[in-house]
């Protein structure tokens, strides 16, 4: 079992619906969620973090974590073309290590 | 403020040779890690350094190194190249080691072993 798993799509969405993109993480003692966002031949970006179970919300991005579940997911609302990327769930791992999923490509359709 | 910086952008390298990557921090962050990134296994965590030492190591051989300088710019060396080592290799800064995800990531070196 992968550490961090995440469908690789790729999911694609028409331009304006909302975008949900999962995560599932097999280490309980994870403290820390974090969103990057890989445009094709780009490195990652950080668009997201979270650390309490709930939601979070920075403009059209969400952050839902459930501990509970060992799950977490985005959502992007009023999807863009230009979020049309790659984007990588990772959770730390005992001493910070960060550990990353596969990725889930995007693709909004105009 | 500028990025995390890493050089060579490219480079292509024969079996059996060895290799150095380096990068440099955004100015005042102390924390350095480093990724591979390739299709197959997707970005995978090599190493993290502070104040000039190893504070973890992922799952890769003994031929994958690195080191930290007083000033925080870090190198990765990779000895004996074999073919598999061909990837994308990533390099990230943080403020300290408690926010590793809050990490800025580099441009990446895009190794060739061929």
């Known amino acids: 079992q992968k550490e961090v798993e995440q469908n690789s799509g790729p999911l694609s969405v028409p331009e304006g619906a909302i975008a949900s993109l999962n995560c599932t993480y097999s280490?309980?003692?994870?403290?820390?969620f974090f969103w990057y966002r890989q445009y094709s031949g780009k490195s990652p970006e950080l668009i997201m973090f979270?650390?309490?179970?709930g939601d979070k919300e920075d403009g059209r991005f969400t952050a839902q974590l459930n501990k509970a579940s060992q799950y977490v997911s985005l959502l992007i609302r009023d999807s863009q073309p230009s979020d049309s990327a790659t984007y990588l769930c990772?959770?730390?791992?005992?001493?910070?290590?960060?550990?990353f999923g596969q990725g889930t490509r995007l693709t909004i359709n105009p | 403020k500028a990025g995390v910086t890493q050089t060579p952008r490219y480079l292509i390298k024969t079996r059996g040779q060895q290799v150095t990557l380096s990068c440099s921090p955004i100015?005042?962050?102390?924390?350095v890690s480093w990724y591979q990134q390739t299709p197959g296994q997707g970005l995978q965590f090599l190493f993290e350094?502070?104040?000039?030492?190893?504070?973890n190591k992922g799952n890769f051989p003994g031929r994958f190194s690195g080191r930290q300088f007083s000033n925080s710019r870090s190198e990765m060396n990779v000895s004996t190249l074999e073919l598999g080592d061909s990837a994308l290799y990533l390099c990230?800064?943080?403020?300290?080691?408690?926010?590793?995800?809050?990490?800025?990531f580099g441009p990446g070196t895009r190794l060739t072993v061929t």
């Open positions: 990230a800064s943080s403020p300290e080691p408690g926010r590793s995800g809050e990490q800025y």
């Open positions: 280490d309980r003692g994870s403290q820390s």
């Open positions: 979270i650390y309490s179970n």
């Open positions: 990772a959770a730390t791992q005992g001493a910070q290590k960060l550990v």
């Open positions: 100015s005042g962050h102390r924390s």
């Open positions: 350094y502070f104040s000039e030492t190893q504070r």
